[in-house]
């Protein structure tokens, strides 16, 4: 059996233990949260919410571009949400990567010469995320009174610290 075949055995047992419920579209806590993709990382788990509290965009490092903010746009609103958290995290994958050399060794082992763009890495972890606050905060059509605030939590101890970053 494949791991999409198990991953699929689990859905429905999944679904016949938890049966159906009714829960509304918009996030019970107003808010959205846009953490990493790291498979580490449950954001309920990490924050105590369930199901149905929150909306969660996570992608490659947390980073704050084009498709997170079409996300926050219907999360803010459509679904009234009015706070976002943005949560990096320790051990990050794109955290110190050398791009350029990362690419090309893709492309050698492709022997394709497609480049994917961007891939966002940093050096600097609350940097970082206080960057992806920045933009997010400076989107011109977040509406106004959405509170945006950029955390780092710690994969090894699960604490979770904020990060600084002014009102511009």
Known sequence: MSVIDQLLANNR???NELGVDDLPVRPAL???IVSCMDSRIL???MLGIKRGDAHIVRN??????EETMRSLFISTWRMQTRDVLIVGHTDCGLHGMEESAFISEVQGAMHSTMHPGSLNSFQDLDGHIAAQVMKARAYPLLPEGVTVRGFVYDVRTRLMREIDVPQS
């Open 13 to 15: 047992r999944m679904a």
């Open 30 to 32: 107003g808010v959205a």
């Open 60 to 65: 490659a490092g947390a980073c704050v571009n």
């Open 43 to 45: 954001v309920t788990e």
